[in-house]
């Protein structure tokens, strides 16, 4: 398996500008996860989704902020206008779940730097 | 808040020298992770170690857990200049479905 594929890997855009961060899971997973890490606030839970469905949104940081899994192979996380204050390391992480947490999968990242 | 916190915040050793990190969390867990990251890369799962065990190994690593301190340590012998890397500890938290993440550990392994 290739593991967790995620696009694109760096994303220089302009304040105000969408964009659209992009993972595909682990065949056969059933969890998602989406995460943010910066220097100043580490690793944080933005929301994550158990059999396409999105079980918590409580990490999402405000309604700029939207994430989709249309299917089990798919997911997007999307920032909506962008702020130079949501530079950061976007992680997207799957796992199977089969009722107690188990080890989670984590893809390279996409580093996103908006100015 | 972040749940797990790593002690130290950075540690450097010689190759070789074993390498220990600790982990204290604030509520009862299910069941705890550690988690390494090399720079520029992400996190690659290295052991769970579930509420009822106290003590694992897998390799060179050897995690223990003290539910009654709250806390966990990391040990990783005999140290590698490619064992260079943050370390974080992970638990569930209680809630079982999801994880929080401590701040890491930055550990440096000189040759």
């Known amino acids: 398996d290739a593991g967790v594929i995620q696009s694109p890997r760096h994303e220089v855009t302009e304040m105000g500008q969408e964009v659209t961060l992009r993972c595909k899971p682990i065949s056969g997973h059933n969890s998602l996860f989406w995460y943010r890490q910066t220097m100043m606030r580490g690793l944080e839970l933005l929301i994550y989704?158990?059999?396409?469905?999105?079980?918590?949104d409580s990490g999402m940081p405000e309604d700029r902020f939207s994430a989709k899994m249309p299917n089990a192979s798919f997911s997007t996380l999307k920032i909506q206008p962008s702020e130079p204050r949501d530079s950061a390391v976007y992680f997207c992480?799957?796992?199977?779940?089969?009722?107690?947490?188990?080890?989670?999968?984590f893809g390279p990242g996409t580093r996103l730097t908006v100015t | 808040s972040q749940q797990g916190e790593e002690d130290p915040q950075a540690l450097s050793i010689q190759e070789g020298e074993n390498a220990t990190m600790n982990c204290s969390y604030k509520?009862?867990?299910?069941?705890l992770q550690w988690y390494r990251q090399n720079s520029g890369r992400g996190l690659v799962h290295l052991i769970l170690?579930?509420?009822?065990?106290r003590e694992k190994h897998s390799g060179r690593l050897r995690v223990t857990l003290d539910t009654s301190k709250k806390s966990s340590s990391l040990l990783i012998t005999a140290s590698r200049a490619a064992d260079t890397a943050s370390y974080f500890c992970?638990?569930?938290?209680?809630?079982?479905?999801?994880?929080?993440f401590g701040a890491g550990t930055i550990l440096r392994v000189k040759s």
């Open positions: 992480a799957s796992s199977l779940m089969d009722g107690v947490l188990d080890e989670q999968y």
């Open positions: 509520t009862s867990i299910n069941n």
């Open positions: 170690i579930r509420s009822n065990e």
């Open positions: 992970a638990t569930d938290a209680g809630y079982g479905n999801k994880l929080v």
């Open positions: 989704f158990n059999n396409n469905v999105p079980i918590d």
